[in-house]
């Protein structure tokens, strides 16, 4: 089995019940990201661009995949961010051949990949990272300006998408009232947002956590939660 453009592969993980809302699914992890959050837990995947020495055979994936038809119920595509890679659309329409649900993760600063991804059915679950207010994406990405790129994800998703998420990870100072305010007017109506807890082990940038930034605590999260569920039909903070 072949794909015509593979897609740069940095590690798998052959089962998971967590990921993949009402799946068993595996994950597979691209490597190279267009952003440096500071709390990124898969650093080593955002530092590589793609070496051929780390990179991961995407037809030794798929004939695993392929073995595992009947046991596993869907794919989850992580990373790295999975819309920078030129060969996402064939592999996607690869495990849609050998039957799988799709979720992709991704930080929606590609739209025009997520547009063809839902024209063409194939991806079944979208969660989308909204890292902060759009005023504060500069922490994220300071090269670039994705403001319009967040907004054009976001109307997609929720015009064309069949089930999704947003997502934030919550962190203090960044993520606050205001800031959750602003962006849960931006996904009004939105079927699920998950605030997230920050995980700490193997971050990005450690040195960004030593000026008293860190998680917010579970009471922030639960007021943070308030404020978002009077935009949103759903909120849960995982
Ligand atoms: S958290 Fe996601 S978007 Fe941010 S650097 Fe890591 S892989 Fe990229």
């Known amino acids: 089995m072949s794909v015509a453009k593979d897609i740069c592969l940095g590690g798998i993980q052959k089962c998971s019940l967590i990921d993949f809302p009402g799946k068993v699914s595996c994950v597979v992890f691209v490597t190279g990201c267009n952003f440096r959050c500071p709390y990124c837990h898969n650093p080593e995947l955002v530092k590589n661009n793609g070496s051929p020495h780390r990179r991961l055979d995407n037809n030794i994936i798929l004939n695993f995949l392929k073995q595992r038809q009947g046991l596993l119920d869907g794919v989850v595509i992580s990373g790295g961010e999975p819309t920078l890679q030129p060969g996402l659309f064939a592999f996607c329409q690869k495990l849609k051949e050998l039957g799988y649900a799709v979720k992709l993760d991704t930080n929606g600063t590609r739209p025009d990949v997520i547009r063809g991804l839902l024209r063409a059915g194939l991806v079944d679950y979208i969660a989308m990272d909204i890292k902060a207010a759009l005023v504060d994406y500069s922490l994220f990405t300071p090269k670039d300006s994705v403001a319009s790129k967040i907004q054009k994800s976001i109307q997609l998703i929720m015009e064309f998408a069949s089930a999704y998420e947003f997502r934030t990870t919550c962190i203090k100072p960044i993520i606050n ?46 007021h943070l939660r308030s404020i978002a569920l009077h935009f949103v039909k759903d909120c849960i903070i995982r």
């Not at 602003?182 to 997230?196: K, N």
């Open 177 to 222: 009232e205001a800031s959750v305010r602003s962006i849960a007017e931006m996904i009004e109506g939105a079927m699920l947002y998950a605030l997230q807890r920050l995980r700490k082990t193997r971050v990005l940038r450690p040195d960004f956590f030593e000026n008293g930034r860190g998680t917010c605590e579970d009471s922030e999260l639960h």
